[in-house]
């Protein structure tokens, strides 16, 4: 299984992203996807999750609370393919930009994550 984001790239403070997060061998919409970032001398964070939608429950969302009205994480079904849209970039948005993929059906992010990505780098500087 290979996992890849995409997306990353240097901006300005205001400016939006969309990051994409891809996976090899396995269909997305099985998986819970969650979106992490590092930033320099940080640990890293966990920022968003979705997990696996099923006939009786709607999807859960998590955003950590300095993305909260700012970041969209959503799936594309047909492109096997979970966005995460990021608007209103600040400097501390700074990061790379990680996504993983669990097996898990709950109504929380997962505790861990089996597959990860390289990550693909945002930097937001004027």
């Known amino acids: 299984v290979q996992v890849v984001e995409s997306g990353g790239d240097l901006v300005q403070p205001g400016d939006s992203l969309r990051l994409s997060c891809t996976a090899s061998d396995l269909t997305l919409d099985r998986y819970t996807v969650g979106w992490f970032r590092q930033a320099p001398g940080k640990e890293r964070e966990e920022i968003s999750c979705i997990t696996v939608k099923t006939p009786t429950r709607d999807s859960y969302i998590y955003y950590e609370e300095s993305v909260k009205g700012r970041f969209t994480i959503s799936r594309d079904s047909a492109e096997n393919t979970v966005y995460l849209q990021m608007n209103d970039l600040k400097a501390e948005d700074t990061a790379l930009y990680y996504c993983?993929?669990?097996?898990?059906?709950?109504?929380?992010?997962?505790?861990?994550?089996?597959?990860w990505g390289q990550g693909t780098q945002v930097i937001v500087s004027s």
């Open positions: 993983a993929t669990e097996k898990w059906i709950g109504t929380s992010c997962p505790p861990d994550y089996k597959y």
